[in-house]
């Protein structure tokens, strides 16, 4: 591992004065320290904001729900609060990876990373969050723009992640066998104002599919899906699974989250 200056900051306002374009943000180090131990990454400045009580924690008002950007996935998978208003969302992070992950994993770092394979962004879209940073307020849909890329600027620093609390919703998942990673993830969402499909692990980024959100607004249950066709333009091809079936685990999941709302 190449030698860096470590900080540990004290609020927010520390921590975005101290980030540069060679720098990141300590959440948990679950993506961070691997990638510099692998050589994937070199940074000058290490900036630890695990220690900012500020943007930790959990509220639950009247519609929505706002997560802390450094509440760990264990916290909201353990959550009353958060089981009570949104299940499907604890249930999402009570799937994530294995419990050492848990423990260090936090909501802001998995975001801001945006792992194509990652569950919470589908979450973010399905559920038409709004990403709070030191700087301003970003709908999902703005939010996530390429394969690990997100609308941040290097000195932006997420606070909280706020999510609508829908009417019925579920995320179900084909978990990757070792990691936990989405082979393919879909969370589906029904709001008064409308259907969220959010997919991941199917494409280079998340993406709301508005195929499957529209057969699903003019009638929500399984069987509305059955005929709406997944091109595979534009679905990843690996190792895990070809594009031909991701594309069709695209639907099954689909379904599978209807029946389970
Ligand atoms: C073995 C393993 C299995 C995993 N399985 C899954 C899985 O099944 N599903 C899944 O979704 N994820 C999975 N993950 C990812 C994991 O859940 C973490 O969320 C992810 O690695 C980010 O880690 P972190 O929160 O510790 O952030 P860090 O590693 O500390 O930071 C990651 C990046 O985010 C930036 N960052 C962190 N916090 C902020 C902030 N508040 N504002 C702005 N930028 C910030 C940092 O600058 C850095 O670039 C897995 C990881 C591992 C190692």
């Known amino acids: ?59 639950v008002s009247g519609k929505t729900v706002t997560i802390g950007a450094i509440t760990k996935h264990v916290e909201v998978a353990n959550s009353k609060d958060v089981k009570k208003a949104i299940p499907s969302l604890a249930a999402l992070a009570e799937g994530i990876g294995d419990p050492q992950v848990r423990n260090r994993g936090t909501i802001g770092g ?35 723009t390429g394969m690990f890329e997100t609308s941040l600027k290097s000195s932006e620093i997420i606070e909280a992640i706020e999510f609508n609390i829908p009417q019925k919703s579920s995320y179900q998942k084909l978990p990757n066998p070792a990691s936990r990673y989405a082979i393919v993830g879909v969370y589906v969402a029904k709001h008064k104002t409308g259907i969220n499909v959010g997919v991941t692990g199917a494409k280079s980024s998340v993406y709301n599919d508005k195929n499957l959100a529209g057969a699903l607004s003019k009638n929500f249950s399984s069987s509305a899906i059955d005929n709406v066709k997944i091109s595979t333009s534009g679905i990843n091809s690996d190792i895990h699974a070809s594009a031909e079936y991701r594309a069709n685990m695209i639907k099954a999941f689909a379904k599978k989250a209807v029946d389970a709302c």
């Not at 940074?43 to 924690?57: L, M």
Request: with cysteine.
């Open 110 to 144: 998995s975001i801001a990373n945006n792992d194509p394979a990652a569950d919470y962004p589908s979450a973010c879209i399905a559920l038409n969050a709004i990403i709070h940073t030191n700087n301003r307020k970003i709908n999902a849909d703005k939010f996530f």
């Open 1 to 59: 591992m190449k030698t860096f200056n470590y900080h540990s900051a004290k609020d927010v306002k520390e921590a975005s004065k101290l980030a540069s374009s060679n720098s990141a943000f300590l959440a948990g180090g679950m993506t961070t320290l691997p990638s510099m131990k692998l050589g994937l990454a070199s940074y000058k400045d290490i900036i630890d904001i695990k220690r900012i009580k500020k943007i930790s924690g959990i509220k």
